[in-house]
Nanobody, 128 residues
């Protein structure tokens, strides 16, 4: 059974940093695309970053470039999201997700519908 479990969410002040973790079990992340998403109250879920487990290639939508860094520890089967210079607009529930089938991240890597496995989410709250 595949399980993704996020951790690291917290309440921080504007300008602060956080690192989120996503531990995977029952799932091999090598040669598959994994991603981080977030969803703020009343808003759609949006993609933040994606990584291809085969070679560590990373992908960011233009709106997320610069403050977010995705990485992966294959030995620990854990996905990370480093978030810097946080501001109140970053307040949301953050999710990690994994695709079901093997293959590189593609042009739809930031579309939630292309992912099959999801964690339960971790809350990030940024205060001004």
């Amino acid at each position: 059974q595949v399980r993704l479990e996020e951790s690291g969410g917290a309440s921080v002040q504007s300008g602060g940093s956080l690192r989120l973790s996503c531990a995977a079990s029952g799932y091999s992340s090598s040669s598959r695309c994994l991603g981080w998403f977030r969803q703020a109250p009343g808003k759609e879920r949006e993609g933040i970053a994606a990584i291809y487990g085969g070679d560590g290639s990373t992908f960011y939508p233009d709106t997320m470039k610069g403050r977010f860094t995705i990485s992966r520890d294959g030995a620990r089967n854990t996905l990370y999201l480093q978030m810097d210079s946080l501001n109140p607009d970053d307040t949301a529930v953050y999710y990690c997700a994994a695709r079901r089938f093997y293959g590189r991240c593609d042009g739809e890597a930031h579309q939630p519908a292309t992912y099959y496995y999801w964690g339960q989410g971790t809350q990030v709250t940024v205060s001004s």
